[in-house]
């Protein structure tokens, strides 16, 4: 069986691969193909090659998954920025990790002044800008079928920069450079964590999408044919109400959030 969102677009493609809890928005397993392989070509367009970087800063929201799985086959290093940085910070992780592009939204206008006066010559895509630099614009001019140098991509994490500059963690190479090669973490998943591999999964994801354990669950639960419910942000009530609501059957939690439940 293979475990990848490419596979379960072509036998499940009405199948939700994300809602988000506040806005109700959804997207299925054929949309996000579709998106995915226009964001591929996308980062080709902007001469971003098999091993290149991009960075993104962006709150939670569901084009975050386009960025992920379109990396995913595009062979190259998607190097997420924590919501929380300044723009001193975001602009030193752009330039030590030599992304030659930023994608983000207009949620962070506030600071990409400042990160364009640190990184010149940066190539910047903005969700909801409507203006040049539109991302949705830019992504829609791309075509829906797959680039035809399709690799398996990796995610750099940095980081906190608790002691000095935040550091990168670069990751291995994939060992098999097929995107739709198995993953040690479906594995664990599977066999550890006893997730269900026959898509019914509905994983309920807390958290912000830059850290590490998000953005690797919710990749697996995408490799395993799942829903991932995502929320904006985290908030108790509303975390119990979409549990209920979505019938969530999987999760992942840290300490702070059960800290604020029981508050």
């Given at each position: ?241 979409a549990i209920e609501r979505h019938k969530v059957t999987d999760s992942q939690w840290v300490p702070t959030h059960f800290v604020r439940?029981?508050?």
């Amino acid at each position: 069986m293979s475990m990848h969102p490419i596979a379960h677009a072509a036998t499940r493609p009405d199948h939700p691969a994300v809602i988000m809890t506040g806005s109700g928005q959804q997207i299925t397993y054929g949309e996000m193909e579709a998106e995915s392989n226009r964001f591929a070509h996308l980062l080709r367009a902007h001469g971003i090659a098999a091993g290149d970087a991009f960075a993104v800063l962006l709150e939670n929201r569901i084009e975050y998954f386009t960025l992920i799985w379109g990396s995913q086959r595009a062979g190259t290093m998607l190097v997420p920025i924590s919501s929380r940085l300044t723009a001193p910070e975001a602009a030193y992780i752009i330039r030590d990790a030599e992304a030659k592009l930023l994608i983000t939204s207009g949620y962070f206008t506030g600071m990409l002044d400042a990160i364009r006066a640190e990184c010149p010559g940066l190539a910047v895509l903005v969700m909801d800008s409507g203006d040049a630099e539109d991302f949705a614009a830019a992504l829609a001019a791309q075509p829906s079928s797959p680039i035809p140098d399709q690799s398996a991509g990796m995610v750099m994490l940095y980081s906190s920069g608790t002691t000095g500059r935040p550091k990168g963690i670069r990751p291995a190479p994939p060992a098999d450079p097929d995107p739709q090669a198995a993953v040690p973490l479906v594995g664990l998943a599977v066999m550890g964590a006893g997730m269900p591999t026959d898509g019914s999964m509905i994983y309920l994801s807390p958290a912000p999408l830059y850290h590490a354990a998000p953005i690797g669950w919710c990749s697996v639960v995408h490799r395993l044919g799942g829903t991932v419910v995502m929320m904006e942000k985290f908030d108790p009530e509303e975390a119990l109400k979409a549990i209920e609501r979505h019938k969530v059957t999987d999760s992942q939690w840290v300490p702070t959030h059960f800290v604020r439940f029981l508050k």
